[in-house]
């Protein structure tokens, strides 16, 4: 199964097995990762699971939908590194990913 | 002071269908709702979405599912209290005294919180010292813009409240319009104009800039905006409007002696009672074993809340189970029989 990091702001490491096809938010929810709010559930509607991923990651990721970084704007503190975690479906491919939680959710 | 069977905490769908389950079983009731519209999360996040799964509605919009319910109810006088946040819950006797942030009190035996996942407040800046010029010269929304005539006011955010107000105030105030990329997620008609007006001078446009830090002792001086690249400017300015969006906290709920484990509220699934006796709580806000965080889990939860605000409300009567399709007390409660 693909390990997932979840990096909270204050330096706490969370490795946690995320099974294929679920997204990295949802990894972190049942594994109760703190930092990762997703209030409205997976909806890329509230920019509660925002994280920030290293750049050597992006290519692998899935692309960012329409709407994705629309709702980015209204993230804590966004980056150009930022992502909805929401959107980031687990795969081998992505195996070894580490996310950073930021400070808080809003 | 205002006395009801059971007040409502939200006037979501499933605040609004408890609401009508009530009315149908003829109790009073009144919803409080912190948003200035009915529809919750259905109105606020996802108006234009398709629904697919509200039992025998193929596919609905949150607002199209909002309509409907406010539709089923206009058989019933229902008190909606809207932009009111309920503060405070207090037991007397055997009654709750809720207080409302406008300094509205109920007085009623039972409380139904039907909260989502709290209330809905803005998103706010992230630089700690923003907090104290909040609401002297920081805003994040407008409640009279005559305050900033003449005056240079800077305004963060790419949709659509960011670029009205942009527009708007152009007109007598000095606007610097901050954004933090390119892209704007307001109207294409509206952005067009704000680019217009940058280009003739009366919006100062900058794009790919976040807010780095207020500065000023007690009134608000300049600010220090942070490009992508690292540079920082320097602007001066009177005024600072933010526009992200709204956020959901839980909010006073956190202070009324419930159960409450990572932001859900404990209920039975019986009367989807909390550990308070005639409160309760229904929707995505409360949890239980086995809990689905779907619409349609509320509106069961609502019903089931509904009877037993029955038995606190009405403690000398007995609760009588009636179908719509047949029982004369209800259809004439719905309008259909004299």
Known sequence: MPKITYITHDNQNYTIDVQNGLTVMEGAIQNDIPGIDADCGGGMACATCHV?????WFDKLSKKEDGEEDMLDMAFEPKKNSRLSCQLVV??????????IPSKQG | MKKTDALIIGAGPTGLFTAHQLKLIGLDCEIVDNLDKIGGQ???LYPDKPIYDIPAITECTGEELTNNLINQLKPFDIKFHLNDRVNEVKKENNNWIVKTNNGKIFSTPNVIIAGGVGSFEPRKFGPKECEKFENKSLFYSVKDKKIFEGKIVSIFGGGDSALDWAVELSKNSKVNLIHRRDEFRGAESTVNKV??????GKINFLTKYQLDKANGSNQLESIDIKHDNGEIKNLKTDYVLGFFGLIMHLGPIANWGLNIDKKKIEVDTEKFETNQKGIYAVG?????????KLILSGFHEGALAARACFKLARPNEKYRFEFTTTSTNLLKRLGKKN
């Open chain 1, 52 to 56: 920030y991923v290293k750049e050597e």
């Open chain 1, 91 to 100: 795969s081998d491919e992505i195996d070894g990913l580490i996310v950073n």
């Open chain 2, 42 to 44: 259905c109105i606020e």
């Open chain 2, 195 to 200: 680019k217009e007006l940058a280009k003739s």
């Open chain 2, 284 to 292: 995505d806000i409360c949890n239980y074993p086995g809990k689905l």
